[in-house]
DNA sequence: GTCTATAATAAGATAGAC
DNA sequence: GTCTATCTTATTATAGAC
């Protein structure tokens, strides 16, 4: 994530951009190479493919995903707090790039030519990330009478599902009930409060 | 979406397969002209481009997708009882087809040079379709006193939410917990279950 | 309608000067 | 490190025979 030069950090930063909204088929390198404020020869200097590019961003954009997603939020015991704070927590980190989720799901739904070893990376190098731990969470909550008996995997992935898919939808819910703002603040506010709501009564005792 | 001659309808289907699973940008002409049989010449004669293609392959997949989401499901009157068998038909329709639900949300978050006027026909020729009904469907139940106050729109969107969000993450979740197997049945027939519990105590008065 | 052959162009990549 | 000019190949699209 920390490059030597300056213009290596131009290209990435572009790169990301491009591929994000463009995604790896659709990039242009020409493109990539203009808004980094250079020309093609220089973009192949520095990462001799658009494979190895794109290598980068991915992998750069979906470690980061994981730090967000895993760290952002304070650990509290309990349930009912913590799932508050993470749900608020975690819906803010993916307004700030409503494409960036469209990006991964597609890339990684491609099938992984490059994707084994990439993932061994991200979850080697990143030392609090642990799905695990959440599911283990889940399950001690289960144990202690917080929660409902409910499985854990199909819970922790209800309520990314529910996050992710508030920024998924956008474009389709704006075209099918134009007399709502789905990309205004304060629907983004109550969006964060249903969800934890649906959830909370959802999973509660 | 009934073409006149055999080829074409060959082109269509084969089409259909490779723009689901590459995309507009990754799919190949020459690709799907040799899974239909034929070659690229007679691809262009029937189609002119690929964008013509795409065009007819996005819509016919996009209503289809509705045409599921709306019509598949016998209309019951008592909320609880709809919740259920609504949850269980559409998480069975995006199994048949898992690709699909991504293909249509990169395409639709691509944002709209032809989709403007692609949405009005949709909506416009199935006459059933109608996202106003649902809402109105969940705002009566409210007033009823079968579910608790809850905003309809975001209710909606989480149970779309949460049937999609299934399919979408499975390749994630392979590499996550590669002690599941995501893809089998019996993991889809829990799905279900989870995702009906948790929305009914969710909203129950 | 269907094919072979080919044109036209777009896109990734490199050579070589500075 | 950075640029201009250029090569190579992949890809869409068409011309023209059958």
Not at 22 to 47: C, P, S, T, V
Request: charged share 25%; net charge negative.
């Amino acid at each position: 994530m920390d490059y030597s030069s300056e213009t290596e950090r131009k290209i990435v930063q572009a790169a990301t951009e491009v591929f994000i909204q463009k995604g790896k088929d659709g990039a242009r390198m020409q493109e990539i190479a203009h808004r980094a404020g250079i020309n093609q020869a220089l973009l192949h200097y520095y990462f001799r493919s658009k494979d190895r590019l794109y290598r980068e961003v991915f992998k750069n954009e979906v470690s980061r995903q994981f730090r967000d997603f895993f760290n952002s939020v304070p650990v509290t015991e309990e349930m009912q707090e913590f799932l508050h704070s993470f749900i608020h927590h975690y819906i803010d980190k993916l307004h700030e790039n409503p494409q960036l989720i469209r990006f991964i799901l597609w890339e990684i739904g491609s099938g992984g030519e490059n994707f084994p070893e990439l993932f061994q990376e991200i979850f080697d190098s990143a030392s609090k990330i642990s799905p695990q731990s959440a599911i283990e969470k889940i399950k001690q909550a289960v144990q202690r009478n917080e929660i409902r008996q409910v499985d854990p995997y199909n819970l922790l992935f209800s309520i990314i599902g529910l996050c992710i898919y508030t920024f998924l939808a956008q474009p389709l819910l704006k075209k099918l009930f134009p007399e709502i703002d789905f990309t205004a603040n304060e629907f983004i506010e109550k969006r964060k409060e249903e969800v934890f709501n649906l959830i909370w009564h959802g999973i509660k005792p």
